[in-house]
């Protein structure tokens, strides 16, 4: 009776066998889909001593059976005993992470993930760690250097979270040279990909060797991408190429850096200049304002004065962004002539962008600086010969006044407005009725009834049409009829 006993215990596993042997595929994968109530017979301790082993050494079959034992073994946890025992379920897996067919591989790959998550911080370091590494690398190699792009794409897209999950090592030895080859890439999507990266991937290495790598290995990748063929290449490196300055520190940044930083500072393409203007605080943190100034400073000036307009265009655009990273005292001390120069370039949109630039930038330094540094210079264009350069003031007050508020606008720039008034040029004087319309909402209603009705109701006799258009309608919409 015991002896019957005993062959009744080893029924479910012979059961097993016998199915798996079979020559009916679908017989096999009805076996397979069993495993949870054979393992529920067995109960936890020869789950893990003989079903376990049994499926480890006899994954051979059809790929739909792989498939489903793949997906049955994530599920498995309990079935041997809870996490503390959940590493015996990595040797069937890694098993089945190193078939040839690629759905078994991924569905075994998610099984893995997920009872990682059941592991303990000791058991990942014993059990898992060492079977992740060695299954991680052959694979990554080829992913690597896959003939098809877009796995390579993906690749160097996921580079630094593959850094991470393999360690120094690994990172050393393996990771970059597979990374100078993705930054070298055929494809400019790949090499934008790694480019994005670069910075990741630098903060990442192994601090005994992190300057060695980078200067030896990375750096020059990276002067290649600089004069890179296409520009989502070289946006991509200008994202992230000034972080690299903390990682070196001053001397490597002033010697080897900079110079990449002023080449791509003069790309033709816009994006690339907004980048590296955008994170400029990186190198100042490292080098400090003076030696940034005294390379960025005339590259900068360069731009400003280029001969093509959309190019000078570009640089005011990005001109707040650049005072409010290097401060008042160097705006006021190098970029503030510049600033005034553009509000009588001999192109319109320049002209219109520089009265934009100066309003963000009382945005950014306040009334006050507004008041000591920007607006005498403004009211001074009043008196240009040019009545284009007067006009431009005018355009000036337009938007300075809202930003500056009732007290200066009343005080230093109405009186201004009042005066070109009785300019010799129609243009001039219908754009004072314009101005007293857009300004009005600033000034008090004392100052509308007693100062501006008196000036628009002048303007609105002019013997220009449309000089009495504009202050009719300046009239009407600030209700002083």
Same mark, same amino acid.
């Given at each position: 009776?015991?002896?019957?006993?005993?062959?009744?215990?080893?029924?479910?596993?012979?059961?097993?066998?016998?199915?798996?042997?079979?020559?009916?595929?679908?017989?096999?994968?009805?076996?397979?889909?069993?495993?949870?109530?054979?393992?529920?017979?067995?109960?936890?301790?020869?789950?893990?001593?003989?079903?376990?082993?049994?499926?480890?050494?006899?994954?051979?079959?059809?790929?739909?059976?792989?498939?489903?034992?793949?997906?049955?073994?994530?599920?498995?946890?309990?079935?041997?005993?809870?996490?503390?025992?959940?590493?015996?379920?990595?040797?069937?897996?890694?098993?089945?992470?190193?078939?040839?067919?690629?759905?078994?591989?991924?569905?075994?790959?998610?099984?893995?993930?997920?009872?990682? @998550?059941?592991?303990?911080?000791?058991?990942?370091?014993? +059990?898992?760690?060492?079977?992740?590494?060695?299954?991680?690398?052959?694979?990554?190699?080829?992913?690597?250097?896959?003939?098809?792009?877009?796995?390579?794409?993906?690749?160097?897209?996921?580079?630094?979270?593959?850094?991470?999950?393999?360690?120094?090592?690994?990172?050393?030895?393996?990771?970059?040279?597979?990374?100078?080859? %993705?930054? =070298?890439?055929?494809?400019?999507?790949?090499?934008?990909?790694?480019?994005?990266?670069?910075?990741?991937?630098?903060?990442?290495?192994?601090?005994?060797?992190?300057?060695?790598?980078?200067?030896? +290995?990375?750096?020059?990748?990276?002067?290649?991408?600089?004069?890179?063929?296409?520009? +989502?290449?070289?946006?991509?490196?200008?994202?992230?190429?000034?972080?690299?300055? $903390?990682?070196?520190?001053?001397?490597?940044?002033?010697?080897?850096?900079?110079?990449?930083?002023?080449?791509?500072? =003069?790309?033709?393409?816009?994006?690339?200049?907004?980048?590296?203007?955008?994170?400029?605080?990186?190198?100042?943190?490292?080098?400090?304002?003076? &030696?940034?100034?005294?390379? %960025?400073?005339?590259?900068?000036?360069?731009?400003?004065?280029?001969? =093509? /307009?959309?190019?000078?265009?570009?640089?005011?655009?990005?001109?707040?962004?650049?005072?409010?990273?290097?401060?008042?005292?160097?705006?006021?001390?190098?970029?503030?002539?510049?600033?005034?120069?553009?509000?009588?370039? +001999?192109?319109?949109?320049?002209?219109?962008?520089?009265?934009?630039?100066?309003?963000?930038?009382?945005?950014?330094?306040?009334?006050? /600086?507004? &008041?000591?540094?920007?607006?005498?210079?403004?009211?001074?264009?009043?008196?240009?010969?040019?009545?284009? @350069?007067?006009?431009?003031?005018?355009?000036?007050?337009?938007?300075?006044?809202?930003?500056?508020?009732?007290?200066? $606008?009343?005080?230093?720039?109405?009186?201004?407005?009042?005066?070109?008034?009785?300019?010799?040029?129609?243009?001039?004087?219908?754009?004072?009725?314009?101005?007293?319309?857009?300004?009005?909402?600033?000034?008090?209603?004392?100052?509308?009834?007693?100062?501006?009705?008196?000036?628009?109701?002048?303007?609105?006799?002019?013997?220009?049409?449309?000089?009495?258009?504009?202050?009719?309608?300046?009239?009407?919409?600030?209700?002083?009829?």
């Amino acid at each position: 009776m015991a002896g019957a006993d005993s062959d009744d215990s080893l029924y479910p596993i012979a059961v097993l066998i016998d199915e798996l042997r079979n020559e009916d595929v679908q017989l096999r994968l009805n076996s397979i889909k069993k495993l949870s109530t054979i393992a529920l017979a067995l109960g936890v301790e020869r789950t893990r001593t003989e079903l376990l082993p049994f499926l480890t050494d006899t994954i051979y079959d059809e790929d739909e059976v792989l498939l489903a034992l793949a997906e049955q073994l994530g599920n498995f946890t309990m079935l041997v005993g809870g996490p503390e025992y959940v590493h015996c379920l990595l040797p069937p897996l890694e098993s089945l992470a190193t078939v040839e067919e690629t759905v078994v591989r991924d569905k075994a790959v998610e099984s893995l993930r997920k009872i990682s @998550h059941e592991h303990s911080p000791v058991d990942l370091e014993v +059990h898992f760690e060492p079977l992740v590494k060695p299954l991680v690398m052959p694979t990554l190699r080829q992913a690597a250097e896959d003939k098809s792009w877009r796995v390579r794409y993906m690749v160097a897209d996921k580079f630094s979270d593959l850094q991470k999950a393999v360690g120094p090592e690994i990172t050393k030895n393996d990771l970059v040279p597979a990374f100078q080859n %993705l930054l =070298k890439d055929c494809e400019a999507e790949v090499r934008a990909a790694a480019a994005n990266k670069v910075k990741e991937f630098c903060e990442n290495l192994p601090e005994d060797s992190r300057e060695t790598i980078i200067m030896t +290995h990375i750096l020059p990748c990276v002067k290649e991408l600089v004069s890179d063929t296409n520009q +989502h290449v070289k946006s991509a490196l200008a994202s992230v190429i000034m972080g690299l300055s $903390t990682i070196l520190g001053k001397d490597n940044t002033i010697e080897h850096l900079l110079p990449l930083f002023l080449a791509q500072l =003069k790309d033709e393409c816009p994006e690339v200049r907004l980048n590296i203007i955008s994170n400029l605080d990186c190198v100042n943190e490292v080098i400090g304002i003076r &030696q940034l100034s005294q390379s %960025l400073l005339p590259a900068i000036v360069e731009l400003a004065e280029d001969a =093509k /307009w959309r190019v000078r265009l570009a640089i005011i655009e990005y001109m707040p962004l650049l005072a409010g990273q290097l401060g008042v005292e160097f705006f006021d001390e190098k970029l503030n002539s510049l600033c005034m120069a553009w509000l009588v370039d +001999h192109v319109y949109a320049i002209r219109e962008a520089a009265t934009c630039n100066l309003m963000k930038l009382v945005e950014k330094f306040g009334a006050e /600086w507004a &008041q000591n540094t920007i607006v005498p210079k403004v009211l001074g264009m009043a008196n240009d010969p040019n009545y284009l @350069h007067r006009m431009t003031t005018l355009f000036c007050i337009n938007a300075l006044s809202e930003v500056c508020g009732q007290e200066i $606008t009343t005080k230093h720039m109405l009186p201004v407005v009042f005066k070109m008034s009785n300019d010799q040029v129609a243009n001039v004087r219908f754009n004072v009725a314009k101005s007293l319309q857009k300004i009005g909402p600033v000034l008090d209603s004392n100052c509308l009834q007693t100062e501006v009705k008196p000036v628009l109701e002048k303007l609105a006799s002019d013997q220009d049409m449309d000089v009495k258009y504009f202050a009719q309608e300046a009239i009407s919409v600030l209700s002083l009829a």
